[in-house]
């Protein structure tokens, strides 16, 4: 059974800088896709940023990228996603995910809030 539990959303100046970490259980397959998404109100799910875990690959929507950072620390079973210079427009509940096509397993979000 694989779980995915998010943490470290919060609210935040614009400017500002947020850590987001996922703890991964049960995922006994390395040949896998993990990813951050986003989800503002009245708006449909996002890709953010997604890896592919057995080499680290990482991509990044043109939105985010140059200021969030995907990282993984394959010891702790850990995803992380590090979001520097946070903008209002970055305001939305924040998955991670897994799977072979990055969106078979969900966490249960975390919310992040950027202040102007």
């Known amino acids: 059974q694989v779980q995915l539990v998010e943490s470290g959303g919060g609210s935040v100046q614009a400017g500002g800088s947020l850590r987001l970490s996922c703890a991964a259980s049960?995922?006994?397959?390395?040949?896998?896709?993990v990813a951050w998404f986003r989800q503002a109100p009245g708006k449909e799910r996002e890709g953010v940023a997604t890896?592919?875990?057995?080499?680290?690959?990482?991509f990044y929507a043109d939105s985010v990228k140059g200021r969030f950072t995907i990282s993984q620390d394959t010891a702790r079973n850990t995803l992380y996603l590090q979001m520097n210079a946070l903008k209002p427009e970055d305001t939305a509940m924040y998955y991670c995910?897994?799977?072979?096509?990055?969106?078979?397993?969900w966490g249960q979000g975390t919310q992040v809030t950027v202040s102007s």
């Open positions: 995910a897994a799977g072979r096509d990055c969106r078979t397993y």
């Open positions: 049960g995922v006994t397959n390395s040949n896998i896709c």
């Open positions: 890896m592919v875990a057995a080499t680290g690959r990482a």
